[in-house]
């Protein structure tokens, strides 16, 4: 069955530098969606993407991070200086398409550490 | 604001125990409601779906039916195994023409022998 996948599993970086999440979509998925999860807290809802152009994005998506479909199968999440605070799992998932019932396929997820 | 609200947790049970999870949800539209299931050391997964009222969801022996008049979406099974043991996430979209997910902070079964 096709999957989701992400790399790195676990990415330690220092306060203050960039990083990018990758993520590589089930193939005939037109749409993209970035959530995080910080330890013990809820699934939050970062941003989706579609043709090329982010759908929504929530309060947390301010101007320090950034998606880019750079290829016809990568999905990456950039952060560009990252804070304490980032460190959380990172959630990459696709849907076919985006409407209602229609269910997002999720990754097994990028463990971003903040030192 | 728009929200899920699961049982607490961790809830333990024994091999072939009745399960249920509790989930209710507020929004402003008409949502979809969704069950994910996290294993140890894995991704989400879906677990099952409804998007209409009185629909009911099933998949690997899970039910949820779908209450309008309640704000509903209560997980169960019948007889639980070990190997359902992980983590439950309640999930809804808005109904309001936004699809992204709403979560709810997860329930944590562990199911022992």
């Known amino acids: 069955e096709p999957e989701v996948t992400q790399t790195p599993s676990h990415q330690v970086t220092q306060m203050g530098q960039e990083v990018i999440l990758r993520c590589v979509p089930i193939s005939n998925h037109l749409y993209f969606y970035w959530y995080r999860q910080i330890l013990g807290q809820k699934v939050e809802f970062l941003v989706s993407f579609y043709n090329n152009e982010i759908s929504e994005k929530s309060e947390i998506f301010d101007d320090q991070f950034s998606v880019e479909r750079p290829d016809g199968s990568n999905f990456t999440l950039k952060i560009r200086s990252t804070k304490l605070e980032d460190s959380a799992m990172y959630f990459c998932?696709?849907?076919?398409?985006?409407?209602?019932?229609?269910?997002?396929?999720f990754g097994d997820g990028t463990r971003l550490s903040i030192l | 604001g728009d929200s899920v609200t699961q049982m607490e947790g961790p809830v333990t049970l024994s091999e072939e125990a009745f399960l249920t999870i509790n989930c209710t949800y507020t929004?402003?539209?008409?949502?979809?409601l969704f069950w994910y299931v996290q294993y140890p050391g894995e991704g989400l997964q879906l677990l099952l779906k409804?998007?209409?009222?009185?629909d009911k969801g099933s998949n690997k022996g899970f039910e949820a039916t779908y209450r309008k008049e309640t704000t509903s979406f209560h997980l169960e099974k019948g007889s639980v195994q070990v190997s359902d043991s992980a983590v439950y996430f309640c999930a809804r979209t808005s109904g309001a023409g936004s699809y992204q997910l709403t979560f709810g902070k997860g329930t944590k079964l562990s199911v022992i022998p």
């Open positions: 929004a402003t539209g008409y949502p979809s």
């Open positions: 409804a998007t209409k009222a009185d």
């Open positions: 998932a696709s849907s076919v398409f985006a409407g209602e019932g229609q269910p997002q396929h």
